[in-house]
């Protein structure tokens, strides 16, 4: 036979995708096969594969919906006892594109009714809390409403740390019927790796001397680069090894052009603009001594999970969560208000991104490898079922 | 000149059309620098024409240029698997008209249903098609319930194979959900023998008694009609 398409990747194809996938069910087991269809698909960094790279052992078949519409399509096709599962991540397709509060309540609004109708078909709603309100929320009271109906229809609701069980309580009101704590997965593994730290800053033009601190992702306010960027200026005349690698896309969005002229013109920082291939993640990571997480707030960050699995130990702010992902003894906090004590923790390294912390990144980031944490989860969710 | 020469394009995809459609459809795929607009005219014209291994032909060559459209993607697949159905390892397309005469495999006599496995008195399942063409269909049958094992009045307790949204599908692909479904239905009703009623339904029948046996379930079919 011939597949002409790569599986997963186009929403036409959906229905083939889907249930292909479900013929490699284990249909003789005791526990029966769980078509596990999740939205919204997210290719852009690999924590979905990494969560469900595990589910198959538990005969649980996880399905890419690329567009939520086509789920009835498949619920068409599945045979009428199997069980079926919505595993919704992130909510921002639900309002995006709205011009008016209103009419991100009517979207809201029309999803909720989405949601009891495929429910009453005996869809189980599995949700994963990735942040507890969108970055640069336009409609906070829209985006509320739709969290508390997450949290009041789930059958289960994912967190990736028991401490934000009780913010979503305080923030909505709302306790979830059922939830699981699963933690992030770091991202060992998930990406090329064979590169040492001499290579790595041969390829990017690093001094083999320099103290490197990465920042890797897009660029955006909430993550706090242009207020770390006058802390950083202040360390390097305390120390002139330091160095500053940013990689990472600039969002339209403010602050972003701005700091994009500042680093250009800063000889400390070195920027590189623009997605990072997957075969290029090593070398920004293997060439740093440590990362630098400057966010003014974050619940959980898929790139803590990635500098965890190249053992990096972290200078982070006080507005970021790294909720199960960094061992305490590889962590230095700062405070974005306070750019004299940043500089100064910065030029002068403490233990906590010394090599023994590194060794201590390792060791934890293999404890929560995406095989371990994709069982956890899968056991948690066949659990509820 | 780069220029010129996309300028007679259309002047010359006009002439080749013209001769093939007079002489030869698939020479045209043979033409040197052929474009992939003159490619899917044939496949087109080759479906109309119902001339299925042209039209694949031209599927193939449109998929091999990265040229092909997600339908006709999906109508190659359901086509090489139409005619690919009856190769080794694959299950045998259904002839066009029921032949229970004709038996399947070593183990059926003219005009009887296909059994695989056997142990009298233990639930069977029994699977059928209406026609060879027709949907898939099956029951489970509990002769010590006193339902007779028969095909024609073992009907009553259908299970249902069949979904509307396999209709698209290739034709491989939902006989492997069906022989998924049917193995589940089997597994959990205890189910020892498993009985195809016609020669189209037969490798079904014996992919399911294969699939219940190798989980090494104690009521797992033992004996196997088809090698």
């Not at chain 2, 007079?22 to 899917?40: E, M, S």
Request: charge should be positive; proline fraction near 8%; charged fraction near 25%.
């Amino acid at each position: 036979m011939i597949i002409p398409w790569r599986r997963g990747t186009a929403a036409a194809h959906f229905l083939d995708d889907a249930l292909s996938a479900l013929t490699a069910a284990d249909w003789t087991a005791a526990e029966p096969p769980v078509a596990c269809a999740y939205w919204p698909v997210d290719l852009a960094n690999p924590y979905q594969a990494l969560i469900y790279s595990g589910f198959p052992r538990h005969n649980l078949v996880p399905i890419r919906l690329r567009e939520f519409g086509r789920f009835d399509s498949l619920l068409d096709a599945l045979p009428e006892d199997l069980p079926r599962v919505l595993h919704v991540h992130w909510l921002y397709e639900v309002t995006a594109g709205s011009g008016s509060q209103g009419d991100a309540l009517a979207r809201v609004t029309r999803f909720e009714g989405e949601i009891r109708r495929l429910r009453g078909r005996g869809v189980r709603l599995l949700w994963t809390v990735h942040n507890v309100l969108p970055h640069e929320t336009v409609y906070p009271e829209v985006e509320k409403r739709l969290r508390r109906f997450m949290l009041e229809n789930s059958d289960l609701v994912h967190v990736m740390h028991d401490s934000h069980l009780e913010l979503l309580e305080s923030t909505f009101g709302v306790a979830p019927k059922a939830a699981a704590v699963v933690s992030h997965p770091s991202y060992v593994g998930a990406y090329p790796d064979h590169v040492d730290a001499a290579a790595a800053r041969a390829h990017l033009g690093v001094p083999r001397t320099a103290r490197v601190l990465v920042t890797f992702g897009q660029i955006r306010p909430y993550k706090g680069h242009t207020a770390f960027f006058d802390a950083f200026d202040r360390a390097v005349r305390l120390e002139p090894r330091l160095r500053w690698l940013v990689a990472g896309k600039v969002r339209d969005e403010p602050g972003g052009r701005e700091f994009m002229r500042r680093a250009a013109e800063h000889p400390a920082v070195l920027f590189y603009p623009g997605f990072v291939p997957e075969a290029d993640v090593q070398f920004y990571l293997r060439a740093a001594d440590a990362a630098v997480f400057p966010y003014r707030s974050s619940l959980n960050s898929g790139a803590v999970a990635l500098t965890a699995g190249f053992d990096l130990p972290v200078y982070a702010s006080t507005g970021t969560s790294l909720s199960d992902l960094m061992p305490p003894e590889a962590v230095v906090r700062f405070d974005l208000d306070d750019p004299e004590k940043t500089a100064r923790l910065l030029a002068e390294p403490p233990a906590e991104v010394s090599a023994a912390a590194r060794d201590a990144v390792r060791t934890h980031s293999r404890g929560i490898a995406p095989a371990v944490v994709s069982d956890q989860l899968a056991t948690e969710l066949r659990r509820s079922l | 000149m780069r220029r010129l020469r996309r300028s007679l394009r259309p002047v010359r995809s006009g002439a080749r059309r013209a001769r093939a459609r007079l002489g030869d459809l698939g020479a045209l795929l043979n033409t040197r620098g052929v474009a992939f607009q003159d490619i899917r005219w044939v496949a087109r014209t080759a479906l109309a024409r119902d001339q299925p291994d042209l039209a694949e032909r031209a599927l193939l060559e449109l998929v091999r240029l990265g040229k092909a459209s997600a339908e006709e993607q999906r109508l190659l697949r359901r086509l090489a698997d139409e005619r690919g159905a009856g190769a080794p390892g694959r299950q045998p397309r259904p002839s066009t008209a029921p032949e229970p005469s004709a038996g399947v495999g070593s183990g059926s006599s003219a005009g009887r249903p296909v059994e695989a496995g056997s142990s009298a008195g233990s639930p069977q399942l029994l699977i059928w098609r209406d026609r060879a063409d027709a949907p898939l269909q099956a029951t489970l049958v509990d002769p010590a319930a006193g339902v007779p094992a028969d095909a024609g009045s073992g009907r009553s307790g259908t299970v249902a194979v069949w979904r509307t949204g396999w209709r698209e599908l290739p034709r491989s692909l939902a006989d492997e959900l069906a022989i998924g479904l049917l193995t589940r239905v089997a597994v959990r009703n205890g189910v020892t023998t498993v009985r195809a009623d016609d020669p189209s339904s037969a490798p079904l029948a014996e992919a399911v008694t294969r699939a219940v046996r190798d989980a090494g379930r104690p009521s797992a079919p033992t004996s196997e009609l088809i090698p």
